[in-house]
């Protein structure tokens, strides 16, 4: 191959002068070195916290106005981003639309290897295509290295169609410049393992992608407290949960809990707002519906009325 990129000098790519001797440490003095390595992400989380405020507010009034989200990589950082869209509709109730991951391979590369296919740009910028991004999306590219073609051409593609972009990247911005509109770097140093970044930089990527849509979720009032209210209530595990909450929530014994999320249609939200309102589901449905799905909103509404 011919005009490969010198990348040594990337933070990712870096040698860890901590694990210089890391074939000849003992299993404990191993699993030591990881432990206090795996602290820098803590630290990186908490220097990008500003960035990762900014990319929960504007994802969360772009999906609460029809807009959708996109996470977009290769290798480790597609395939984190297809799991926390993944784990979307089932802890939140989320249409699968609104929150999907794109990976360089497609569903085949989230089980065998595929990262010869990261160098297209123009796979990035036709997944954007298929998908019809608009300007109403946010489109995160998720890159450890910061330097992905794929991941590039997709942020470029979206950029140009009018889209809110988001990068993810575990080296300094100075090392690789990418043209977002929010760019979140976390920085957690060279890996114990020289280059393997789905270590340090995957565990960080992880927690910021859980911090993202999480918070965005919060944000379009699919959390009460600290409570899932938007849970899909799907086996029996959900449908424990989802008991639990309207017990802890309204006080209500167990058999008049299941009578009422019975009632709701398995809808804990809804079967909250009806037992606080008195409403019947096809009303309380109607005034949620007029509030953006916004319990709190929707319980001072019918208080004001």
Not at 37 to 58: G, H, N, P, R
Not at 235 to 241: A, E, G
């Amino acid at each position: 191959m011919e005009n490969i990129q010198e990348r040594g000098h990337l933070l990712t790519e870096q040698i860890n002068p901590n694990s210089q001797n890391l074939d000849q440490l003992s299993t404990v003095e191993l699993v030591e070195l990881f432990n206090s390595e795996d602290s820098q992400t803590l630290k990186a989380i908490a220097q990008a916290k500003v960035e990762l405020a900014k990319a929960i507010d504007v994802t969360s009034k772009a999906l609460s106005q029809g807009g959708r989200l996109f996470y977009v990589g290769a290798g480790t950082s597609g395939r984190l981003g297809v799991l926390d869209a993944a784990e979307c509709p089932p802890t939140f109730c989320t249409d699968p639309d609104m929150v999907q991951g794109i990976i360089a391979g497609g569903a085949a590369a989230l089980i065998r290897s595929s990262e010869n296919l990261e160098d297209r740009p123009q796979d990035g910028a036709e997944a954007i295509a298929q998908r019809k991004v608009i300007e109403k999306d946010v489109v995160v590219g998720i890159s450890a290295g910061g330097t992905t073609p794929y991941v590039h051409g997709a942020l470029s593609a979206a950029k140009q169609r009018g889209a809110t972009t988001i990068a993810i990247a575990c080296v300094p911005a100075k090392q690789v410049p990418m043209i977002v509109d929010i760019d979140i770097r976390l920085l957690t140093g060279p890996e114990i393992l020289a280059g393997s970044t789905r270590l340090k930089a995957g565990t960080v990527t992880k927690m910021a992608l859980n911090i993202l849509s999480t918070g965005v979720m919060v944000k379009l009032g699919k959390v009460y407290g600290n409570r899932m209210i938007d849970v899909s209530v799907t086996n029996s595990k959900l449908y424990d949960r989802a008991l639990r909450i309207l017990e802890e929530l309204t006080e209500l014994s167990r058999p008049d809990a299941t009578e009422l999320l019975d009632r709701s249609g398995k809808r804990v939200k809804l079967a909250l707002l009806m037992h606080w309102t008195d409403l019947d589901s096809e009303a309380g449905q109607l005034l949620l519906d007029n509030n953006q799905g916004n319990l709190r909103t929707a319980l001072l509404k019918n208080k004001n009325q």
